[in-house]
């Protein structure tokens, strides 16, 4: 019996012991979890303020780079300088130089017409003119001799030595002899100046280019009839070009003269063209609330043509 007391109270503590030792293990787990979650929380609370903190540091940043910022606008490339060969004088053109595409410099001679008939004339005009000069020698002459003689009779007249139907006879002469010497001189005037329009026409018979240039049109050939005041050829001049540019009217006032800018052609895609505000016009243009600016463009390749589609970009610093 006491054998079995024994037995029965040794498995009754054997089995507190262990009962004991579960409640551990089960308290220790449950606190080693409490402190991962609660370093979990803590290392998230501070990526959090990490991320917080970085992105207030970010934020100005981007705030910083998007106050720089460029406006791009479109336009059409136009020449600086362009002019119409024309002349005055009509008549068949015996002289073309050059075609479409040729270069010609101010004052180079590019038209001539056939001038055959007015040499003619000119020649006809010499010869009234000397005609005229020696009639205006002649009656000159007959003009000094008449006034001598009247101022001869008109003495004499004072002195009573002469009549008043002879005086008033030479007064007459003089006053005819003056009047032929008046239309003398006033003829001579008149060749004159019709020869000096006969060598102005003669000098409308050869025409120079107004400006340099490239020949980019021509509406007449060799031998044709010209009418006076056509156009023969057209010259541009495409040394610099201007970037005609819309630009809307709440960014004009960003705009000032010699303002730089970057200008990009469709047809030319790998060359960037430096360029200047060159004119900024006083009022809108033909389209509403927009203005037309000209943007200068040295154009030494030639390769920006009139015509052609650009793109601006502005810095609108």
Known sequence: MNKTFRNNTLGIILAILIFAGFIGAFQLGRNSVRSSNQKFIANKDKKTKDSKKNTKAVIPELLKQENVIT?????????????????????????????IGKKVAEGEEIVKFDNTALLLEIKKADSEKKAALQQIKQTKSA???????????????????????????????????????SRARESAIQIGVRIQLLNESLKDCVVTSPINGIIDSRHY?????????????HVVDIDKIYLIVKIPEVMINKMYIGKKTDIKFEAIPDTVYSGIVQKIPPGQGSDYRSYSIEVL?????????????????????
Do not use: C, W
């Open 71 to 99: 406006s791009i606008f479109y336009g059409t490339a136009a020449p600086v300088q362009q002019a119409n060969v024309q002349s005055t004088q009509g008549g068949e053109i015996t002289f073309l130089s050059g075609d």
């Open 143 to 181: 003009f000094e001799t008449t006034r001598k003689e009247k101022n001869r009779i008109l003495g004499l007249k004072k002195k009573g030595m002469v009549s008043e139907s002879e005086a008033d006879s030479i007064v007459n002469q003089y006053r005819t002899s003056e009047t032929n010497l």
């Open 221 to 233: 050939n060799l031998k044709e009839i010209y009418k006076a005041g056509d156009t023969i050829f």
């Open 297 to 317: 463009i040295d154009n030494v390749d030639h390769k920006i043509r009139p015509g052609m589609f650009g793109k601006a970009e502005f810095n609108n610093q």
